[in-house]
């Protein structure tokens, strides 16, 4: 199959079906180039996933292709951990399949509203 476009959706995308509606999901937060939804399978009180709407494989694609949309999706975490009232909390981007990830649209993990151990496993 040729290379898709740089951020252009993907049928196949379980986040790009979040965006596009097909798949329903828990928002909490949502911009023009963000979304941010909870966990399916939450590793902690707070589990929410920021994605950008755009798609892009993973966060190193995503800074690559477009270092400002990249920043929105950080900016975003910390606007998911104000809402959600956190002091403490991880940020995480699993980035390749020997690191855990599954889904192949970027996304940050905020985790937090427990107490959480380093080095992570
Ligand atoms: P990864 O392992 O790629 O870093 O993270 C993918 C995350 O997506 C996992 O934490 C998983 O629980 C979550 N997830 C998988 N399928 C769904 C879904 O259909 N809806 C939501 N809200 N989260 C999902
Ligand atoms: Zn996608």
Redesign the pocket.
Known sequence: MAEEKAGTPQEDC??C??VAGR????LVRETETTLA???????APT?V?VIPKAHHEDAAALAAADPALAADVLCETQAVADDEKLESYRI???TGSG??????HA?A?VIGGRGLQWPPG
Not at 99 to 104: C, D, I, L, S
């Open positions: 379980l986040f079906g979040i798949i329903p999901a828990t939804f909870r966990d399916i399978n939450p590793q589990h996933l995480v981007f699993n690191a855990g990830q599954t889904v192949f996304h993990h």
